[in-house]
């Protein structure tokens, strides 16, 4: 009898442990995930902001090497204001083959 | 299935070609777009007798008139363009023209008549020039002179058919009409810039994924009658053909409707002129000018656009 007694403490015991480590071990789940979708999500919001200012800057670096190209070494002497690149054409000039596509007077 | 198809026809008065990625095998894109510039052309050309454009343009002022859907929505664009610009850009120079003799297509004109001036003068239109009665897809005319949507149209029907095969999963392509043109997708494209002296030549050439360009020259559609050279191209706000250094307009844009508008816009302005007006009126569009002496003015904003530019 007394050994039923101790097996049945035994058993309790245990599963209660095994139930409260189920429950703990869930709840690390669902915070692991929690932090997981937040870290996504802080992620994902990093990588719109990267991206929108890589195009910001993309724009930047793009319209300076726009202004400082030195194309008085081509076809061209180029002029450079905030406003307008005003390139003229040397003496000699070297055409530009036409390109597959085009856009022309319509 | 990503197939690279393209396709070359004739219509609206110049050559239009297409290069699309086509996903769908089911996709008749070809047949899509074809029956759309056919129909867009026999509703808004004003060289056609039964288009809704001539029906329009003979029908009596003060009078409400409905008019199919294609033609209201591509009015009524050109209309708030034509406020937008004040009038340079103006549709209501039909008459102007068939006055200077264009009366009929460009590639099938035999020989231009004598210049008639407008007996009454010219006047600007304004804001009440045109009423539009969204619900019935009806307008009223309180003006006489005819409406011209040559410089719009074409434009617009590319934006119309770029979207239409976009609606369609077409990720990818370029549709060009003439030089007016949309490009659309990832993969970067090389567009020349014809030469207007030498057309066998680009003068300049870029590198673009995606935007649209359109581009107007007053050399090509120009005709000569009794010693007087006239071209397609018509100051709005004096009725007449513009003064100016502008040889060709290339201009880069949200829509080819607008670069089209603006390209016309910037053949009538000085050069240096026109890159102010631009850059006022429509500050993120980019143009290249080149002007009589053969230089080009280029606005920096076309880094908006254009991955790369060799000139």
Known sequence: ?106 | MNEKQSLIFNGMGTTIKAEVMACKPSLDWKELIQTWFATFESICSRFRRDSELTKLNQSPVAKLIPIHPVLYDVLQLAFQYAMKTEFYFNPFVGTILKNMGYEQPFQKRRAFHEYKENENGYRVPSNKSLSFFPDQKAVMKHINEEIDLGGIGKGWSVDKAYRLLRDQGVHQGVIDAGGDMVIWGDSSRKIGVANPFAENEDIAQFVISAGAVATSNILYRSWNIKGRTFHHIINGQTGKNPESDVVQATVLASHVSEAEVIAKILCMLPAQEGIQWLKKHFPKAACIIVNKNGQLLITPSISRYVERLVI
Do not use: C
């Not at chain 1, 039923?4 to 309790?12: A, E, I, Q, T």
């Not at chain 1, 979708?37 to 319209?63: G, L, P, V």
């Not at chain 1, 300076?64 to 000699?92: F, H």
């Open chain 1, 1 to 106: 009898m007394k050994t039923n007694k101790w097996v049945k403490w035994v058993v309790g015991l245990g599963g209660v442990t095994v139930f409260t480590t189920f429950l703990q071990l869930v709840n690390d789940t669902e915070t692991a995930h929690q932090q997981n979708d937040s870290y996504r999500s802080t992620a994902a919001n990093k990588t719109a902001e990267f991206e929108n200012s890589t195009n910001d800057e993309t724009m930047r670096q793009r319209e300076q090497e726009l202004m400082s190209l030195d194309w008085t070494e081509g076809n061209w002497d180029v002029e450079y204001s905030d406003e307008v690149i005003i390139a003229t054409p040397k003496e000699r000039n070297y055409p530009l083959p036409p390109s597959e596509n085009r856009t022309r007077r319509s």
